[in-house]
């Protein structure tokens, strides 16, 4: 524009304000800026802060009592060791997907593509339907389940297998794209000066994919922690035995302890502000490595 | 190293990217794979590294048979077109991983890395990462990591396909000295003839997955064996037939004729060494080419290129003017043969 004359030259000569192609009018501007803040305010800030000011509205012991308590005790320890057993699982699963996916050809890598989203596109409360289906009492594995006196539904087993259902593209969608966009030749570089499979996965592979595989496990490991659907079909409900964070605190919610039930939300809400930060400070790195652009 | 290549085969699905290659290198060359764009030059040095397997047919290093050696095992420097350095390792840590891969130990490595630093000419770049040097710097750094590790067998993959033209032509002349000092069989894959004829000891012409010549730059610039290789190296214009063009009545009446412009000489009688061997011509355009002027002139109704000196007298457009081709290719089948201008050979000679 203008031949490369400075913007604030062009404004001086003309003697109108200087405006970019996609600068709107001033009101146009201050009114979408304005609707996108007061949306974010009403449906994500507010109700955010609500969720502590509940919490704390008795007190700060009353708070620590409330996540303290047995049966909220017994819930953390289940969420963590659910997470502990499922994120490990989905993130082996998850490179070894993209790595098969953008480093490989071969037949049915599109529905393999296609399969790793099913989670997400299926209904939490169906994926829980179709463990008790498979191995409820009147399920396909029931009578042999029965047989061999083994629980899944209703018990331990069973939450872990739907967490790891619906956690299960987190990890392999994150690592896809970058590794499709880094290509190969690294590695082919680094097997021709003699390194073998193990160290090209470790010295090459890994440092390159590390920001995005942190943030495929640390999004796991909030949607692991967070999910409600999926498990309460087959938990069961038992407290203190079956009840993961999300479902104590809809008994508690049930049972009118707003408090006690907004006090252990807490903690979820914190898991996702932590998950939030993670994810700028990757973002923050990749740049800095020039990860995803330049080189190839 | 001694490389040898016998009836190499490789399709990928229902593409014939390499057919029937057969080629030996001798050790310590440096060789030029020359072609179009995906004509199969890629493939046939994956191959040699051992990045892909051949359909058929056997590679040979030193005698040995090398098909079913791992990559790993093959002592091969590579260069990769992007360099695919180690995007999270310092230039020090790229040189160094071939050797750190062969569990050397520290003070060799370090020995040998500082050597290769000072090479290529990369002091004080040590603790960059790849994507704060430039693109020349990285090409430095990926000749460096090949050669660290003392391959016995160097393959660049269009070493300067992605560096700046100026850049470019200070690379080629650098490599070569460097390829030279270190003596190392090196095969280098190119689309640029220029570059090959100037870094080459001996070139490989492939196209379409065959290859149509092997020889000398000289060899393959002065007497191109297949039309292909006539036409892809060098300038040159290709003519339906050879009727009317003064001196070349004995060539075959209905062949393919291919003229090169430093083999035209344009000038009046006077100026042209051999006018009895020349006959008239209209220009009808004028390039300026940097170091030369390039003449398109219309012979008969065919259009010739020539090539003039800046120092000549300037012709414009329109001009008449004397045209004397000294010598052609006559393009028969898969044949090319060079033939002299007839008038040339002075029908009177001073001895007699």
């Known amino acids: 524009m203008a031949g490369g004359m400075p913007a604030a030259a062009v404004q001086a000569q003309a003697g109108v304000p200087y405006r970019g192609v996609l600068q709107e009018k001033k009101w146009v501007r201050r009114t979408l800026i304005g609707v996108a803040l007061l949306f974010l305010a009403l449906v994500l800030v507010i109700p955010l802060i609500f969720v502590f000011v509940y919490a704390f509205n008795k007190g700060i012991e009353v708070y620590f009592a409330s996540i303290l308590e047995h049966d909220a005790l017994k819930a953390i320890r289940l969420t963590l060791l659910v997470a502990l057993i499922a994120i490990p699982c989905n993130t082996v699963f998850g490179i070894a997907a ?75 969608r994150e690592l896809i794209p970058l590794m499709q966009t880094q290509g190969s030749q690294e590695e082919e570089a680094a097997v021709i000066m003699g390194a073998s499979g193990w160290r090209v996965f470790w010295s090459v592979t890994l440092p390159n994919i590390k920001w995005a595989l942190l943030y495929g496990i640390i999004l796991c490991n909030a949607r692991a922690m967070g999910e409600f659907g999926a498990v309460s079909v087959v938990s069961g409900h038992i407290r203190g035995q079956t009840n993961t964070m999300p479902l104590h605190i809809e008994v508690l919610y049930n049972e009118y302890q707003y408090t006690a039930a907004f006090a252990v939300s807490t903690l979820l809400v914190m898991l996702a502000l932590l998950t939030l930060a993670v994810k700028q400070w990757m973002e923050f790195r990749m740049k800095r490595y020039g990860q995803g652009e330049g080189e190839h | 190293m001694h490389v040898e290549a016998k009836n190499l085969h490789k399709s990928f699905g229902s593409f014939h990217a390499v057919r029937d290659v057969s080629f030996g290198l001798e050790k310590g060359k440096l060789v030029g794979l020359l072609g179009p764009s995906g004509g199969g030059k890629t493939t046939i040095l994956r191959m040699l590294a051992g990045l892909e397997t051949p359909d058929r047919g056997d590679i040979y290093f030193d005698g040995e048979r090398v098909n079913d050696v791992h990559p790993q095992k093959r002592k091969i420097g590579f260069v990769f077109q992007h360099y695919a350095l180690f995007r999270h390792m310092t230039v020090y840590d790229n040189i160094a991983f071939g050797l750190k891969v062969q569990k050397q130990p520290k003070h060799k490595i370090a020995e040998r890395v500082e050597e290769l630093i000072h090479l290529t000419g990369l002091a004080g770049m040590e603790k960059r990462l790849p994507h704060q040097l430039s693109g020349g710097q990285r090409q430095r750094v990926a000749f460096a990591r090949a050669l660290a590790p003392y391959p016995q067998l160097l393959l660049l993959d269009e070493p300067f396909a992605a560096i700046d033209a100026k850049v470019r032509k200070e690379l080629r ?9 270190v003596g190392i069989t090196t095969v280098f894959v190119t689309h640029d003839q220029e570059e090959a004829i100037e870094v080459a000891d001996e070139m490989i012409i492939v196209n379409q997955g065959k290859i149509e010549q092997i020889g000398t730059p000289q060899e393959i610039y002065q007497n191109p064996k297949t039309p292909f290789v006539a036409s892809f190296v060098g300038e040159s214009s290709v003519l339906p037939d050879g009727r009317g063009l003064k001196g070349f009545d004995h060539v075959p009446q209905d062949v393919r004729i291919l003229v090169r412009p430093e083999f035209v000489e344009l000038g009046t009688d006077a100026e042209l060494t051999l006018p009895s061997a020349s006959q008239t011509g209209r220009v009808k355009q004028t390039y300026f080419r940097g170091n030369h002027w390039l003449v398109e002139v219309d012979l008969e109704g065919k259009t010739v290129f020539a090539a003039r000196s800046l120092e000549a007298r300037v012709i414009h457009p329109g001009d008449r003017i004397g045209v004397l081709i000294h010598r052609l290719y006559v393009l028969d089948g898969d044949n090319s043969i060079m033939v002299e201008n007839r008038l040339k050979q002075d029908p009177m000679p001073v001895h007699i």
Do not use: C, Y
């Open chain 1, 98 to 172: 993209a790595w098969a996916i953008s480093k490989f050809r071969f037949r049915g890598k599109q529905l393999l593509i296609t399969a790793i989203d099913l989670p997400f596109a299926v209904s939490p409360v169906i994926a829980g339907l179709i463990f008790v289906l498979l191995f409820g009492v009147n399920g396909w594995f029931g009578p042999f389940l029965a047989e061999h006196d083994i629980k899944i539904i209703f018990a331990f087993p069973g939450i872990v297998l739907a967490t790891m259902f619906v956690t299960f593209p987190f990890v392999a």
């Open chain 2, 173 to 181: 002349t650098w490599l070569k000295e460097m390829i030279g000092k």
